[in-house]
């Protein structure tokens, strides 16, 4: 007795079977993506504003006694690329580029936190060169406020740090392609959500159907042999209908 409850309560996964079922609903799952990829296509290509990066780098030269720089100014110097990267994003400096660029006329609602959201610095690994991006949806305001970073900035450090010299490695550039958003990453990723959605769909419908519908099943899933099938009506039984019911021996 036990042993045929547990026959009745266990789920067997045939993939053979899933495989199958997913290749008959192919044309629903292709059709419902091809759906998903259009809409993101027109979301990243005109709902979505574009954005621009533009960069600038610098590179910070430590005061030496000597005209030789060492390996462990090197290593220091490495070490130091956090706490410049932290001034370059400092209050002081982003606050002051609002002031120069005046762009609080521009945005009211710019201030030190939108500013700053706008700024990224980056330290390339074993280096004292810094990179400035600023991302912003237009590409001139991004070049500007990339520069205007870096020149804020170059004097702070200098002042806080007592750093010999911020020299220009790259002035920003003016971006002619947008950072984002990616029409192409956008369209695949919108394709692929709208066909995992629906092989999700068509699966869990196809787990949660319990019923039994194949003499196969009724020997599969409760442990019983089938006697004989009854066809339903007349046309079953001339082979118009391939449908039959299922009369089971216990």
């Not at 899933?18 to 993506?33: R, Y």
């Not at 520069?147 to 740090?161: G, L």
């Amino acid at each position: 007795m036990d042993t045929r409850q547990n026959q009745v309560d266990e789920i067997e996964i045939d993939l053979r079977e899933v495989l199958i079922l997913l290749i008959s609903k192919a044309w629903l799952i292709l059709l419902v993506g091809m759906f998903t990829a259009i809409v993101g296509f027109a979301l990243s290509a005109f709902l979505i504003a574009p954005t621009f990066e533009s960069t600038s780098k610098i590179y910070i030269l430590n005061k030496q006694q000597e005209n030789t720089v060492t390996y462990s100014d090197v290593q220091l110097g490495t070490q130091l690329t956090k706490d410049y990267a932290e001034l370059i994003t400092s209050r002081l400096v982003l606050e002051k580029v609002i002031e120069d660029l005046n762009l609080t006329s521009i945005h009211e609602d710019m201030d030190y936190e939108a500013m700053l959201e706008k700024v990224e610095v980056t330290t390339p690994t074993d280096t004292r060169i810094l990179s400035i991006t600023v991302t912003d949806t237009d590409p001139v305001m991004a070049m500007n406020i990339a520069n205007s970073v870096r020149e804020a900035a170059a004097v702070h450090i200098k002042n806080v740090m007592d750093i010999e010299a911020v020299n220009v490695v790259e002035t920003a550039n003016l971006p002619m392609e947008k950072a984002t958003p990616s029409i192409l990453k956008w369209t695949v990723i919108g394709g692929c959500i709208g066909a995992f959605i629906v092989m999700a769909i068509v699966l869990l419908i196809f787990f949660m159907d319990d019923t039994i519908k194949t003499s196969d099943d009724v020997e599969k899933y409760l442990g019983l042999s089938t006697l004989a099938l009854i066809p339903l009506d007349s046309q079953v039984a001339s082979g118009k209908n391939g449908k039959k019911k299922s009369v089971k021996k216990k």
